[in-house]
């Protein structure tokens, strides 16, 4: 699961909302599964079916291209990142998650300036070109 309690990755993963709002392709994929759970209902009745890649991939691509192609064309109004920021707060909200700290993309950036001071500080042997191969 991944919002149905604070455990759960979505509310702990940094990794799902770098921009702190919830991505399109997730939103896309919840349009797709709407649109199965539409298409069990076709005849007026019921009717299991196949949830796959296979089936609901083109349907989630034409969702995903449609959320991208609205989110240019309403750019100036800013409609889709205000809704998805709105959206992760929202699911934080119901999954007790308190809202991250903004401190956390500067511990990112100060790992980075170490890793790379780590990396400059390396002395790599003769005939390794730094991609742990000979030349």
Same mark, same amino acid.
């Given at each position: 699961?991944?919002?149905?309690?604070?455990?759960?990755?979505? %509310?702990?993963?940094?990794?799902?909302?770098?921009?702190?709002?919830? %991505?399109?392709?997730?939103?896309? *994929?919840?349009?797709?599964?709407?649109?199965?759970? *539409?298409?069990?209902?076709? #005849?007026?009745?019921?009717?299991?079916?196949?949830? !796959?890649?296979?089936?609901?991939?083109?349907?989630?691509?034409?969702?995903?291209?449609?959320?991208?192609?609205?989110?240019?064309?309403?750019?100036?109004?800013?409609?889709?990142? =205000?809704? =998805?920021?709105? *959206? *992760?707060?929202?699911?934080?909200?119901?999954?007790?998650?308190?809202?991250?700290?903004? #401190?956390? !993309?500067? !511990?990112? #950036?100060?790992?980075?300036?170490?890793?790379?001071?780590?990396?400059?500080?390396?002395?790599?042997?003769?005939?390794?070109?730094?991609?742990?191969?000979?030349?």
């Amino acid at each position: 699961m991944w919002f149905k309690k604070r455990s759960d990755e979505g %509310p702990q993963d940094p990794a799902f909302s770098r921009d702190n709002s919830i %991505p399109l392709p997730t939103i896309a *994929l919840v349009f797709t599964a709407i649109e199965a759970i *539409l298409d069990n209902w076709v #005849t007026g009745e019921w009717k299991d079916s196949d949830f !796959s890649a296979e089936v609901y991939r083109p349907k989630f691509d034409r969702h995903l291209w449609m959320l991208k192609d609205f989110e240019v064309k309403t750019s100036e109004a800013k409609i889709l990142p =205000r809704l =998805r920021t709105h *959206l *992760l707060t929202k699911a934080r909200k119901h999954a007790k998650v308190e809202e991250p700290s903004r #401190t956390a !993309s500067t !511990s990112t #950036t100060i790992d980075y300036a170490a890793a790379m001071a780590d990396w400059e500080g390396n002395v790599l042997s003769d005939g390794e070109n730094g991609d742990g191969h000979g030349e």
